[in-house]
């Protein structure tokens, strides 16, 4: 029995600060089109740790705080920053048409891409993500906001889902998991 514990402590096993979630079943892949026009899934991406958030370009503070902190772990990785994609999947594909999503994430970093699913694809990739998102009509059609679950979920370079990382744990936290994981591939 000691020796299993103390196995858990190993020094091979990578400490990361936001929650391991190694092995998960779910959050495993996608297919859908980036504000290019092009088909994305994650093997797209090989080789490079991959950072995806779900949310909607009128996104009032979360969502925008969320892709900036992302451009500022990038910065701070320095060269490794080149190994790093952020990934922005639209919750919201009536409004985020690609040419806006395509402005978006130019305010952010021009290596990042967003992703826009069809209303048809938009409940299979959230039930697969377990992305909560609900549709708060406004006093106008278009004027509608949005609740959704607000958190990354981290890839490494192979492709597989490795962390999930709160909104609002701020950029440092998020930096250092990702150097982890760059320096460990």
């Known amino acids: 029995m000691a020796v299993a514990g ?3 402590c190993s020094p091979d096993k990578l400490q990361f ?3 391991d979630i190694t092995g998960a079943d779910y959050a495993r892949d996608f297919t859908l089109t980036d504000h290019d026009g092009q088909a994305r899934s994650l093997k797209d991406f090989k ?3 991959v950072v995806v958030f779900f949310g909607f370009t009128q996104c009032p503070d979360v969502c925008p705080t969320a892709l900036a902190d992302l451009a500022q772990v990038k910065r701070q990785l320095g060269p490794l920053g080149e190994r790093l994609q952020g990934i922005f999947i639209s919750l919201d594909p009536e409004r985020d048409t690609p040419e806006v999503l395509k ?3 130019g305010n952010f970093d021009p290596g990042f891409l967003a992703l826009r699913p069809t209303l048809a694809q938009l409940p299979e990739v959230a039930r697969e993500f377990k992305i909560f998102y609900k549709k708060n009509e406004g006093k106008t059609p278009g004027s ?3 609740d959704h679950s607000a958190g990354s979920y981290v890839f490494d370079t ?4 490795r962390l999930y990382s709160r909104s609002g744990a701020g950029p440092e936290l998020l930096t250092s998991d990702i150097a982890l994981l760059l ?3």
């Not at 192979?158 to 889902?161: A, D, F, N, R």
């Open 6 to 8: 103390l196995s858990a």
């Open 17 to 19: 600060k936001s929650i």
């Open 47 to 49: 080789g490079k740790v």
């Open 103 to 105: 402005a978006y994430m």
């Open 144 to 146: 509608y906001t949005l």
């Open 158 to 161: 192979s492709g597989k889902v």
């Open 183 to 185: 320096k460990n591939s």
